[in-house]
Antibody
Framework: EVQLVESGGGLVQPGGSLRLSCAASGFTFNSYWMSWVRQAPGKGLEWVAN????????YYVDSVKGRFTISRDNAKNSLYLQMNTLRAEDTAVYYCARDRWVQWLVLDQWGQGTLVTVSS | DIVLTQSPATLSLSPGERATLSCRAS??????LAWYQQKPGQAPRLLIYDASNRATGIPARFSGSGSGTDFTLTISSLEPEDFAVYYCQQRGNWPGTFGGGTRVEIK
């Protein structure tokens, strides 16, 4: 069974940093592109970042470029999102998701999400 | 970025009725459009990818159609568990933008 389990969310002050983790199991992690998608409270979905199987290609939405870094450790079957210089508008549930194997940017497996709240 | 506009914002229907949801793209995305279902407190679930392909385990009452800029998700006969929010999403280019969602509620 495929499982994606996020952790690391919480309350942080504006300007602060947070590192999210996603533990993957039940599939060959190093064969898949992986993504982070967020959802502000009561709002829609926004793709945040995307990373290739070997970490050599990374993509970011404009609103997080220069502040967020996506990475992965294939030996640990883990995905990460380092978030720096956090703003109130970064408050959201952050989902870790797997890109479908042969369709890049189609998300066929999702974690349960971890809530990040940026507030003083 | 490609903008996806979903309509209507809310659809009020009864179980057993047919639901037709629309998604329009600001420019062509070919057939690179997916549909997701999200229930309160849950992560989204992939229903349809590349306009018309059902994802694994998705019932046949869900179908997708369209290409270019206009797409439709049809639920042929609503079951109680289908009342949820539905999002379309394009993968024509990065970022893979989502529509604003259509809420299907019980009438």
């Amino acid at each position: 069974e495929v499982q994606l389990v996020e952790s690391g969310g919480g309350l942080v002050q504006p300007g602060g940093s947070l590192r999210l983790s996603c533990a993957a199991s039940g599939f060959t992690f190093n064969s898949y592109w992986m993504s982070w998608v967020r959802q502000a409270p009561g709002k829609g979905l926004e793709w945040v970042a995307n990373i290739k199987q070997d970490g050599s290609d990374k993509y970011y939405v404009d609103s997080v470029k220069g502040r967020f870094t996506i990475s992965r450790d294939n030996a640990k079957n883990s995905l990460y999102l380092q978030m720096n210089t956090l703003r109130a508008e970064d408050t959201a549930v952050y989902y870790c998701a797997r890109d479908r194997w042969v369709q890049w940017l189609v998300l066929d497996q999702w974690g349960q999400g971890t809530l990040v709240t940026v507030s003083s | 970025d490609i903008v996806l506009t979903q309509s209507p914002a809310t659809l009020s229907l009864s179980p057993g009725e047919r639901a037709t949801l629309s998604c329009r793209a600001s420019q062509s995305v070919s057939s690179y459009l997916a549909w997701y279902q999200q229930k309160p407190g849950q992560a989204p679930r992939l229903l349809i990818y590349d306009a018309s392909n059902r994802a694994t385990g998705i019932p046949a009452r869900f179908s997708g159609s369209g290409s270019g800029t206009d797409f439709t998700l049809t639920i042929s006969s609503l079951e109680p568990e289908d009342f949820a929010v539905y999002y379309c999403q394009q993968r024509g280019n990065w970022p893979g933008t989502f529509g604003g969602g259509t809420r299907v509620e019980i009438k």
